[in-house]
């Protein structure tokens, strides 16, 4: 219980955090251009200011950026201290080395070369942070080769909340950071005041500006239904190994597949219904998202969980034929 309330606020600390820094992405875009380059680029950037503050903020800003640079570094040696040191635990030196060079371009933006303009600094979080998730893939792999039921089972927990602050990400950062995008774009593109938008009827920017709002809600249905099955799933993770074929494990279980169900059969739902809306409201639209919305995903991973569920409850059934036999 106690772990499932610590996890909650920090989904809570997650998203407020997400929201907030879509709104400064609209004010302050120079330095926060996107979510992947967080907190690379607010780091160079505070850097770079230190840096240029006089003699001794340079040095300040130097020894700061060389141990911030190489926090990788130290977690290889706490983790060699400790003696649980693996093989693929040598790649942290090399995304110590990975996060020098990302922090110096960051705090030294300029030399930033790409072929799209304004994609720089977030090419550059995204190659830090796809080596970081390729490091933490394979090293969970690696602990779950050697680990037992108890440790898997912990393991197992961890990835569920991790999946489920991919998910908060999803809502509250990467979709709700698209609409804020879109709808500065509707502002800026006509010549109403924001406040009066959806005042103007069909000639002004009110309906665009719905649909934009609807068609948010509809790409995060997925991933709001996907934080109820990862709830549910670790409310039967902890009934599972509390009691295996006990009755709170299998009512949960069963409860699970039918989320699942319900889950898949409303998001397919609200993509008809909203492709309709938008063919009904044509004429007041610039433009229309009339697409087949399949949101592979999280498809896959309610299917997969819906699929666990069903296991599970074979293998309880199992049980009890089995305890009635005997």
């Known amino acids: ?32 251009t996107s979510l992947a380059a967080f907190p690379f680029e607010q780091t160079g950037y505070g850097l770079r200011q230190l ?7 340079n040095a300040a800003a130097i020894v700061l950026y060389l141990l911030l640079s190489l926090l990788p570094c130290l977690v290889w040696l706490i983790l060699k201290k400790r003696g649980s040191l693996l093989a693929i635990d040598h790649l942290l030196l090399v995304l ?6 990302v922090n110096y371009y960051m705090v030294n933006p300029g030399l930033i070369v790409s072929a799209v303009p304004g994609t720089g600094k977030w090419l550059l979080g995204c190659t830090f942070y796809s080596a970081l998730s390729g490091y933490l893939v394979i090293r969970v792999l690696a602990v779950c080769r050697r680990a037992g039921p108890e440790k898997l089972e912990s393991v197992l927990q961890g990835l569920l909340g991790f999946l489920s602050m ?5 809502i509250f950062g990467q979709h709700l950071g698209s609409l804020l995008k879109a709808l500065q774009d509707i502002r800026s593109a006509g010549s109403v005041p924001f406040a009066e938008e959806f005042t103007q009827g069909a000639g002004g920017a009110g309906i665009p500006c719905l649909f934009l709002g609807l068609g948010y809600l509809v790409k995060i249905l997925p991933y709001v239904f996907d934080l109820g099955i990862v709830f549910l799933a670790g409310r039967l993770l902890s009934a599972l190994k509390a009691d295996r074929w006990g009755k709170a494990s299998a009512e949960l279980s069963d409860r699970l597949a039918g989320f699942c169900t319900w889950a898949l059969g409303v998001t397919a739902g609200a993509d008809v219904v909203f492709n309709v809306l938008q063919v009904l409201f044509g004429a007041s639209l610039d433009q229309m998202d009339i697409v087949i919305h399949v949101p592979v995903i999280s498809i896959l991973f309610v299917l997969a ?8 409850h074979e293998a309880q059934k199992l049980k009890q034929e089995h305890d009635l036999i005997i």
């Open 1 to 32: 219980m106690k772990r499932g309330m610590t996890m909650t606020y920090i989904l809570i600390a997650e998203a407020a955090a997400c929201v907030l820094f879509c709104f400064l992405r609209t004010s302050f875009s120079g330095v926060f």
């Open 51 to 57: 840096s240029l503050s006089g003699a001794f903020g």
């Open 96 to 101: 110590g080395l990975l996060l020098l060079a």
């Open 166 to 170: 991919v998910f908060v990400y999803l």
């Open 305 to 312: 969980v819906l699929l666990s569920a069903r296991y599970i």
